[in-house]
C-alpha cells in the first residue's frame, strides 16, 4: 500500500526549524508502510493524529522532541538518528513496535506507555536504547499466568513463576536510586502484579554496560524495596557477559541492581524462649512486637544502625521461621574489639535463623568495607556475647552458628559463669536470661527490677522483665529471674 496522507481541516505544517506540528483542530491519518519519515524534525502535537498500521521514522544527527498538548498514540516508531537522541516532551504511546536503530530516546520525566497486545521494544542495544536520567518509566501492561521466561514489551525482566500473578503492570525507569550501600546502576524495574505473594518467581534482570554507573559488574546484586526498606539479595546468578542478573523472590515490586552489602547468617537462641527445639513467638503471637527497633530507645548506643523498621507482614508468618524478637547486632574492630564499627538491628527466627528487616534474608551491613569483624549479638533482656575471633565478612552471607558448641563465644578470662548456657540440656547453647536493666550484668538489681515488673501481673506486652518472651509477666518471669540471677553473671561482649 502507498503512504497516504490526509489532512483534514487544516494546520499541518513543517516549520522553518524543523517541527512536524499538528495545529489545533487538525486531524492527521497516516496509513500504510513507513508513513512519515522526519528528517531533523521535531513532533509538535496540539491536534489529533490517527496512526492506523503506520511508522513514524526519526531521522538526521539534530535532537528533536516529541511535544504537543495532545498525547500522541504511534502505532511503530522508529529511532533512527544518526547521533544524540529523541527527547520527549510529552507522554507517548507506542501501540505496537518501538524500533532502535541508532540513537537514543530520553524519556526526559515523560512516560512511554507499550500496547498491552502487542507493544515491544525492538533492537535496543548498548549505543541506541531508552534512557532516562531525569526521570520518566517505560510501562507495560502484561497478563502473567504461570510464566516461562516471559519477558513482557521486550522491557529486559524476564519473570517464571509456576504462580499465577495475573495483570501485572511493569514499570522500567532510569533514574539512579538511593540505596543503604550506595547508588544503583541507571535502571530499575518497579513490578505491580494483581496476586503477589508467594509467586516464588525467578526474575532475570538485564542491563546494558553503559548504565553501570562505575559498578563493578561481577558485584551486581539484586537489591528491592519492601515498605521503606531496600532489601539485599544475593543473586541466583550473575552474567557480566550477557548483561543479566537473577534472582528468587516471592513478592514483586520496586527492584534494582547494585553492588552488594556485607551479609552474616548467625544462629542465636535465647534462654527462657527456647522450649524444646526452637523458641517461642509468643511475642509475635499476643501482636507486640513493634515495627520499629527497641534498641535505641533503651539506650544501646548505635553506630551507623537505628530506627530499622519492618512492614506489619514480616510479623504474619508462623511456624520454624516466626519471628521471636528484635536482636542487636555489632560489627567490632578486628584489631580492638571495643570499637563498635557497624551496628545493626536484626530479627530472630523461632529456629533461631538471624535475619534482615524481611524477615527472610541475611543481615546485611551497608556501607562497610568487606574486612574481618568480630561479630556481637545481644538482646534488650539476655547477656551479650561475640565471635571469639574476627570472621571474615563478604558480600556472600557468612554462616554463624553460636548454638552449636559454647567455644562459639569468646570466653571473657576470670569471669565465673560461661558466655552462654546450654538451653536445651543436650548441647544447644544460647544467651542468658535476665538482664532487665541492660548492662551487661545479671544479679540482685535484675531480679528486684522483675520482681517490680511483674506487680501486677500483665499479659499481651513488650516489656524488659518478660525474660521468657511470652507476652506475659507473672510469677514465671519472677521465679527464672530469681534462678538466673543466683549466682550473677556477667555478658561476655569485649575485655
Ligand atoms: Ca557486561
Ligand atoms: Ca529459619
Ligand atoms: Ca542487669
Ligand atoms: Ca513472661
Same mark, same amino acid.
Given at each position: 500500500?502507498?503512504?497516504?496522507?490526509?489532512?483534514?481541516?487544516?494546520?499541518?505544517?513543517?516549520?522553518?526549524?524543523?517541527?512536524? #506540528?499538528?495545529?489545533?483542530?487538525?486531524?492527521?491519518?497516516?496509513?500504510?508502510?513507513?508513513? $512519515?519519515?522526519? !528528517?531533523?524534525?521535531?513532533?509538535?502535537?496540539?491536534?489529533?493524529?490517527?496512526?492506523?498500521?503506520?511508522?513514524?521514522?526519526?531521522?538526521?544527527?539534530?535532537?528533536?522532541?516529541?511535544?504537543?498538548?495532545?498525547?500522541?498514540?504511534?502505532?511503530?516508531?522508529?529511532?533512527?538518528?544518526?547521533?544524540?537522541?529523541?527527547?520527549?516532551?510529552?507522554?507517548?504511546?507506542?501501540?505496537?513496535?518501538?524500533?532502535? =536503530?541508532?540513537?537514543?530516546?530520553?524519556?526526559?520525566?515523560?512516560?512511554?506507555?507499550? &500496547?498491552?497486545? !502487542?507493544?515491544?521494544?525492538? &533492537?535496543?542495544?548498548?549505543? +541506541?536504547?531508552?534512557?532516562?536520567?531525569?526521570?520518566?518509566?517505560?510501562?507495560?501492561?502484561? $497478563?502473567?499466568?504461570?510464566?516461562?521466561?516471559?519477558?513482557?514489551?521486550?522491557?529486559?525482566?524476564?519473570?517464571?513463576?509456576?504462580?499465577?500473578?495475573?495483570?501485572?503492570?511493569?514499570?522500567?525507569?532510569?533514574?539512579?536510586?538511593?540505596?543503604?550501600?550506595?547508588?544503583?546502576?541507571?535502571?530499575?524495574?518497579?513490578?505491580?502484579?494483581?496476586?503477589?505473594?508467594?509467586?516464588?518467581?525467578?526474575?532475570?534482570?538485564?542491563?546494558?554496560?553503559?548504565?553501570?554507573?562505575?559498578?563493578?559488574?561481577?558485584?551486581?546484586?539484586?537489591?528491592?524495596?519492601?515498605?521503606?526498606?531496600?532489601?539485599?539479595?544475593?543473586?541466583?546468578?550473575?552474567?557480566?557477559?550477557?548483561?543479566?542478573?537473577?534472582?528468587?523472590?516471592?513478592?514483586?515490586?520496586?527492584?534494582?541492581?547494585?553492588?552488594?552489602?556485607?551479609?552474616?547468617?548467625?544462629?542465636?537462641?535465647? *534462654?527462657?524462649?527456647?522450649?524444646?527445639?526452637?523458641?517461642?513467638?509468643?511475642?509475635? +503471637?499476643?501482636?507486640?512486637?513493634?515495627?520499629?527497633?527497641?534498641?535505641?530507645?533503651?539506650?544501646?548506643?548505635?553506630? &551507623?544502625?537505628?530506627?530499622?523498621?519492618?512492614?506489619?507482614?514480616?510479623?504474619?508468618?508462623?511456624?520454624?521461621?516466626? $519471628?521471636?524478637?528484635?536482636?542487636?547486632?555489632?560489627?567490632?574492630?578486628?584489631?580492638? +574489639?571495643?570499637?563498635?564499627?557497624?551496628? *545493626?538491628?536484626?530479627?530472630? *527466627?523461632?529456629?533461631?535463623?538471624?535475619?534482615?528487616?524481611?524477615?527472610?534474608?541475611?543481615?546485611?551491613?551497608?556501607?562497610?568495607?568487606?574486612?574481618?569483624?568480630?561479630?556481637? =549479638?545481644? !538482646?534488650?533482656? #539476655?547477656?551479650? =556475647?561475640?565471635?571469639?575471633?574476627? $570472621?571474615?565478612?563478604?558480600?556472600?552471607?557468612?554462616?554463624?552458628?553460636?548454638?552449636?558448641?559454647?567455644?562459639?563465644?569468646?570466653?571473657?578470662?576470670?569471669?565465673?559463669?560461661?558466655?552462654?548456657?546450654?538451653?536445651?540440656?543436650?548441647?544447644?547453647?544460647?544467651?542468658?536470661?535476665?538482664? =532487665?536493666?541492660?548492662?551487661?550484668?545479671?544479679?540482685?538489681?535484675?531480679?528486684?527490677?522483675?520482681?517490680?515488673?511483674?506487680?501486677?501481673?500483665?499479659?499481651?506486652?513488650?516489656?524488659?522483665?518478660?525474660?521468657?518472651?511470652?507476652?506475659?509477666?507473672?510469677?514465671?518471669?519472677?521465679?527464672?529471674?530469681?534462678?538466673?540471677?543466683?549466682?550473677?553473671?556477667?555478658?561476655?561482649? !569485649?575485655?
Amino acid at each position: 500500500m502507498k503512504p497516504l496522507f490526509t489532512a483534514i481541516a487544516c494546520l499541518l505544517s513543517l516549520s522553518a526549524n524543523g517541527q512536524l #506540528h499538528i495545529g489545533s483542530g487538525t486531524h492527521l491519518v497516516v496509513q500504510g508502510q513507513p508513513g $512519515i519519515v522526519l !528528517h531533523n524534525t521535531s513532533w509538535d502535537n496540539d491536534g489529533t493524529f490517527s496512526a492506523d498500521s503506520s511508522r513514524v521514522v526519526f531521522r538526521g544527527a539534530q535532537t528533536d522532541s516529541v511535544s504537543g498538548t495532545s498525547e500522541t498514540l504511534f502505532f511503530q516508531l522508529s529511532v533512527e538518528k544518526a547521533s544524540d537522541s529523541l527527547r520527549l516532551a510529552q507522554a507517548i504511546q507506542v501501540e505496537d513496535s518501538l524500533f532502535f =536503530v541508532s540513537g537514543t530516546l530520553a524519556l526526559e520525566g515523560r512516560n512511554l506507555t507499550l &500496547g498491552t497486545d !502487542h507493544g515491544v521494544l525492538v &533492537g535496543e542495544s548498548e549505543t +541506541s536504547r531508552i534512557t532516562g536520567a531525569n526521570g520518566g518509566e517505560v510501562v507495560k501492561v502484561a $497478563i502473567l499466568n504461570a510464566p516461562s521466561s516471559e519477558n513482557p514489551g521486550n522491557l529486559g525482566m524476564t519473570i517464571t513463576s509456576a504462580a499465577i500473578p495475573g495483570p501485572t503492570v511493569i514499570r522500567r525507569g532510569h533514574q539512579l536510586k538511593s540505596l543503604p550501600n550506595g547508588t544503583s546502576i541507571q535502571r530499575y524495574y518497579d513490578i505491580s502484579p494483581a496476586t503477589n505473594t508467594g509467586l516464588n518467581a525467578t526474575i532475570v534482570f538485564s542491563y546494558f554496560d553503559a548504565e553501570l554507573n562505575g559498578q563493578t559488574e561481577t558485584n551486581l546484586e539484586s537489591w528491592h524495596q519492601t515498605g521503606t526498606n531496600w532489601i539485599n539479595r544475593e543473586p541466583d546468578a550473575t552474567y557480566d557477559l550477557a548483561n543479566t542478573v537473577e534472582v528468587t523472590l516471592d513478592t514483586l515490586g520496586m527492584a534494582t541492581l547494585a553492588e552488594g552489602a556485607l551479609k552474616v547468617q548467625p544462629v542465636v537462641f535465647l *534462654q527462657g524462649a527456647f522450649s524444646g527445639t526452637q523458641m517461642t513467638d509468643g511475642l509475635r +503471637s499476643a501482636g507486640v512486637i513493634p515495627t520499629t527497633e527497641p534498641y535505641s530507645a533503651l539506650g544501646f548506643p548505635q553506630q &551507623g544502625g537505628g530506627g530499622e523498621t519492618i512492614e506489619a507482614s514480616v510479623l504474619a508468618t508462623t511456624g520454624n521461621d516466626a $519471628i521471636v524478637d528484635w536482636l542487636f547486632l555489632e560489627l567490632r574492630s578486628a584489631a580492638d +574489639s571495643s570499637v563498635i564499627v557497624r551496628t *545493626q538491628s536484626a530479627l530472630l *527466627q523461632a529456629d533461631g535463623d538471624v535475619v534482615g528487616l524481611d524477615g527472610i534474608s541475611a543481615v546485611t551491613f551497608a556501607g562497610v568495607p568487606i574486612d574481618d569483624y568480630f561479630l556481637t =549479638v545481644k !538482646h534488650r533482656n #539476655h547477656l551479650g =556475647v561475640r565471635t571469639p575471633s574476627p $570472621i571474615t565478612l563478604s558480600r556472600i552471607a557468612t554462616s554463624y552458628d553460636f548454638s552449636s558448641s559454647l567455644n562459639q563465644a569468646w570466653d571473657k578470662p576470670g569471669i565465673i559463669n560461661d558466655a552462654m548456657v546450654d538451653v536445651s540440656g543436650t548441647g544447644i547453647y544460647g544467651l542468658f536470661t535476665g538482664d =532487665v536493666t541492660g548492662d551487661q550484668f545479671i544479679n540482685a538489681t535484675d531480679f528486684q527490677a522483675t520482681s517490680n515488673l511483674v506487680t501486677p501481673n500483665q499479659s499481651a506486652v513488650y516489656q524488659v522483665g518478660d525474660i521468657n518472651l511470652d507476652a506475659n509477666l507473672n510469677a514465671t518471669d519472677f521465679q527464672t529471674s530469681n534462678n538466673v540471677s543466683t549466682p550473677n553473671k556477667i555478658g561476655h561482649v !569485649h575485655p
